[in-house]
Nanobody, 127 residues
């Protein structure tokens, strides 16, 4: 079982930036996962934010964050980052990191494609 730990959330004013980080709590020797970020606002379903392939060569974003958020990873490590710029109040949510070990490649933008999840980190953007 892989446990993921997120960090970097907080309170920021609209237009500001935050950088989220996520890493396994223990080394995952010899295994590289596709990684993703999802978010869930109060009263809403969890939604896809961004994902990166196991080798970092492909990235995916939801339309509303394109051009503002950037996902990256340490080369061949299961550590992933989400740089969030030009934050808006509607970005307020709990952000979850996820790792895909067995999920199909075409499910990288869907929660069903991920096997392991972090506990989440709160991001609050004030207007």
């Amino acid at each position: 079982q892989v446990q993921l730990v997120e960090s970097g959330g907080g309170l920021v004013q609209a237009g500001g930036s935050l950088r989220l980080s996520c890493a396994p709590s223990r080394p995952t020797f010899g295994t590289t996962f596709a990684m993703g970020w999802f978010r869930q606002a109060p009263g809403r379903e969890r939604e896809f934010v961004a994902a990166i392939s196991w080798n970092g060569e492909e990235t995916y974003y939801r339309d509303s964050v394109k051009g503002r958020f950037t996902i990256s990873r340490e080369n061949l490590k299961n550590t992933v980052f989400l740089q969030m710029n030009s934050l808006k109040p509607e970005d307020t949510a709990v952000y979850y990191c996820a790792a895909s070990q067995y999920g199909p490649a075409d499910a990288i933008t869907r929660a069903v494609g991920y096997d392991y999840w972090g506990q989440g980190t709160q991001v609050t953007v004030s207007s």
